[in-house]
């Protein structure tokens, strides 16, 4: 039988890092989830859990080497913080283990790259994809926020068998026990290795054929076009990105449906732009109005206002409305004063005796 080290490939010296790098490359080639059903990787599987829980470990690495240079007190007298005659409280022997157990304890090595086999559901249970969407939005519907129907192509879940891709009662495919997936033998320049192919039965989907629903044909989910009401939020900036929870593509085997995450575009209006929350508009001031004061028609993003223009109110003037803008924000219209271009007689005689006068 290998010590330790030669079960993980490393040398008596090697660091932490070392001996955490060698496990986790081992244990994810021998993991059950890509050997499903072969006694012998579950083994070495095993056994890998075994040498790295003592050599991740300092002072059980220490207790080991020790007992491998025959250093140590015999097995009868145990030592150490227990002290003499004391005993170490019963360590679990992880060798002993069921691959649940050892998955649940060194699982977060894998980084959730086997993150689904500690629920170990149905092999072929996968979350969804997320789903992206590009969405242009006209600034008004953007700035006062409002429903956006979208059209969108990709997977739901099978309506007539619940996502379950099968009907009925025990409707794992009998080659891979529900896995989806196969391990057999291969060979390359005379090396044999393992190799994990989606199973030809179920076609990776890891239900059994005769059980398979008509409707999806064990896939869970169907491809179809559904039309989707958004709702965009009071404010939307141009690239903002809304993430909706449980929209995007349906998940196989029962798993659950990954987000939609829709790249909003905001249309460039003709009239309106916004700095933060402020509205900015220009509004047309006649002469006359911008000198003597009164009142001017506009259009704000809520509708049609009267805007009150103070006496003497020259071009650039930004006039603003409170609440009109964005979330609570502003109204602000710029003055553009407008001078007539075509004068009848009467006017222009008035406007000669306006500069006459000084104006
Ligand atoms: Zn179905
Ligand atoms: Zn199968």
Do not use: W
């Not at 986790?24 to 072969?38: E, F, Q």
């Not at 179920?202 to 999806?216: A, F, H, I, N």
């Not at 602000?332 to 004063?337: F, G, I, T």
Request: charged share 25%; glycine share 14%.
């Amino acid at each position: 039988m290998k010590n330790h080290y030669e079960t993980l490939g490393v040398a008596s010296t090697a660091t932490l890092e070392e001996i955490k790098k060698a496990y986790r490359t081992l244990a994810l080639k021998y993991h059950p989830d890509r050997n499903h059903g072969d006694p012998q990787a579950e083994e070495k599987f095993k056994r890998l859990a075994g040498a790295y829980e003592v050599l991740f470990d300092p002072q059980k690495r220490r207790e080991y080497d020790d007992a491998a240079t025959g250093r140590a007190p015999s097995r009868a007298e145990p030592r150490g913080p227990f002290g003499q005659g004391e005993s170490a409280p019963a360590e679990p022997d992880v060798e002993s283990m069921s691959i649940d157990e050892i998955l649940r304890r060194f699982g977060g090595i894998f980084g959730g790259e086997f993150g689904e086999s500690i629920h170990r559901t149905r092999g072929a249970g996968r979350p969804g994809h997320d789903a992206e969407v590009e969405l242009e939005i006209d600034f008004r519907t953007a700035a006062l926020g409002g429903k956006v129907t979208v059209s969108l192509s990709g997977a739901v879940p099978c309506a007539h068998c619940a996502g379950r891709g099968a009907i009925g009662d025990h409707p794992d495919c009998p080659t891979c026990r529900g896995s989806g997936r196969v391990t057999g033998q291969d060979r390359d320049k005379g090396q044999f290795f393992t190799v994990t192919r989606p199973c030809s039965t179920c076609r990776g989907t890891g239900v059994d054929p005769s059980k398979e629903c008509p409707q999806c044909h064990g896939e869970g989910r169907i491809e179809r076009t559904r039309s989707l009401t958004i709702t965009i939020p009071e404010g939307t900036a141009n690239g903002a990105i809304l993430r909706l929870g449980g929209l995007g593509g349906a998940g196989t085997g029962g798993g659950p449906p990954g987000d939609l995450l829709v790249h909003t575009h905001v249309r460039h209006d003709p009239v309106f732009h916004s700095e933060g929350n402020d509205v900015h508009s220009e509004v047309q001031v006649p002469m006359a109005t911008a000198a003597l004061g009164g009142k001017t028609p506009m259009q704000t993003l809520r509708g049609r206002v009267n805007l009150t223009i103070p006496p003497g109110t020259s071009s650039g003037a930004q006039l603003r409305l409170g609440g009109q803008g964005i979330r609570g924000g502003d109204h602000v219209a710029r003055v553009m004063v407008t001078v007539p271009g075509d004068l009848t007689a009467r006017q222009r005689e008035l406007l000669e005796e306006l500069r006459k006068s000084g104006v």
